[in-house]
């Protein structure tokens, strides 16, 4: 099956920086999740979406598909993603391809796929918002949201307790049927899922009245979530086991959890670095001073020597953000800009005028507009 072109599928161009990857990439898995998106081929897209989004977020991945036009594996990728790093591909949205989707396209399917084998339930998403500030400390929440959970009361056979599924009447168990079909190359017997059982080879005769025979039900599940300090906006972290029901006794599929964090009024954020913008009055540049400046870990004394220059940047180290994938924390780096007063009180008016006397600078009532313009 050919591989389709992720930079297509998230509509972006292949200049595209990593920011506008992200952005394009959380406003599509939000617009295809099947749980929010239930309009036909959207679960598909979903899974492009993110397959797409592991090829262009892998920088070796990405590399080779700009080189050679793949990544050399079926469909986008393997799928699958651990920890809390940047975005992975979602595992378990996979199907037939290649030569058994052209068999079955003709024959009514090819070799059948055996229904009763355990199969890994379907992974969830979740799209946790946090503050500036928890972002860069961490926390620990509990979440709440809805999935597909093993009914307790059948213990997901599907059968009313005290009873068991039978043998299927009509495909004896083998889960598929002998049928004859019309085809290019005349009339062929192939096979096919059997209708009654859907391919389990088992009946239930008696259903169970909680889940109705299909084994499963809809729950609200609650899970502790510890939010590692240092996480960015679109870090994903995945939570093994905590997504819905597996299939004739497969595991449960995984949560993946989305930090969408809130920016600061008063702070940037790269990685581990933080900037501020600090302002400072012209008196403070020129003769030094020392004052206090905010970081995340509390406020701290900066000294301002004589002399400085507005746009001058100071490096406060370890007063950063924690680092992700290391130890011990980023730098801050505030930059300091000087203010030029707007109005000014008669006593200050004198002392400037004593200053440009002292300097042999002849000013007028422009004065204050030429020294801001030197700064």
Not at 20 to 49: C, M, Q, T, W
Not at 106 to 134: C, I, K, V, W
Not at 248 to 262: E, H
Not at 263 to 281: C, H, M, N, T, V
């Amino acid at each position: 099956m050919a591989q389709k072109d992720p930079y297509e599928v998230l509509g972006i161009s292949k200049d595209a920086s990593d920011a506008e990857i992200k952005k394009a990439y959380r406003k599509l898995s939000k617009k295809y999740h099947p749980d929010l998106n239930h309009e036909p081929g959207a679960e598909e897209k979903f899974k492009d979406v993110n397959e797409a989004y592991e090829i262009l977020s892998d920088p070796q991945k990405k590399a080779q598909y700009d080189q050679f036009g793949t990544t050399g594996d079926q469909g986008f990728g393997s799928g699958g993603a651990g920890g809390y790093g940047d975005f992975g591909g979602f595992s378990n949205f996979g199907g037939a391809g290649g030569f058994e989707d052209i068999f079955g396209s003709f024959f009514g399917g090819g070799s059948a796929r055996n229904q009763n084998a355990p199969r890994q339930g379907r992974d969830l998403q979740y799209e946790m918002h946090l503050t500036f500030e928890e972002a860069i400390f961490g926390k620990k929440t509990e979440i709440e949201y809805n999935r597909e959970a093993v009914c307790k009361n059948c213990n997901g056979s599907g059968a009313k307790p005290g009873t068991s599924p039978v043998t299927c009447s009509k495909c004896h168990g083998r889960g598929v049927i002998q049928v004859e079909r019309q085809t290019p190359l005349g009339r062929m017997m192939t096979q096919q899922e059997c209708d009654v059982c859907h391919g389990t080879g088992k009946e239930i005769k008696e259903k169970c009245p909680t889940c109705h025979g299909t084994g499963r039900v809809s729950e609200k599940h609650a899970v502790e979530v510890t939010v590692p300090a240092g996480v960015e906006d679109g870090n994903q972290m995945r939570l093994q086991g905590q997504g819905e029901a597996g299939y004739n006794g497969g595991p449960y599929g995984d949560l993946f959890i989305i930090f969408s964090v809130a920016s600061s009024k008063i702070f940037k954020r790269d990685g581990a670095e933080i900037y501020l913008d600090q302002p400072i009055s012209f008196v403070q540049a020129t003769l030094g001073s020392d004052i206090q400046v905010k970081t995340v870990h509390g406020d701290v004394k900066l000294t301002i020597p004589a002399g400085t220059q507005s746009g001058t940047t100071f490096r406060l180290k370890g007063k950063g953000a924690p680092k992700l994938r290391g130890s011990g924390n980023g730098d801050e780096k505030v930059t300091v800009h000087v203010q030029i007063p707007k109005k000014l009180n008669k006593g200050q008016r004198e002392a400037l005028k004593l200053y440009a006397k002292a300097s042999n600078e002849k000013v007028n009532e422009g004065f204050f507009d030429k020294l801001k313009d030197k700064f």
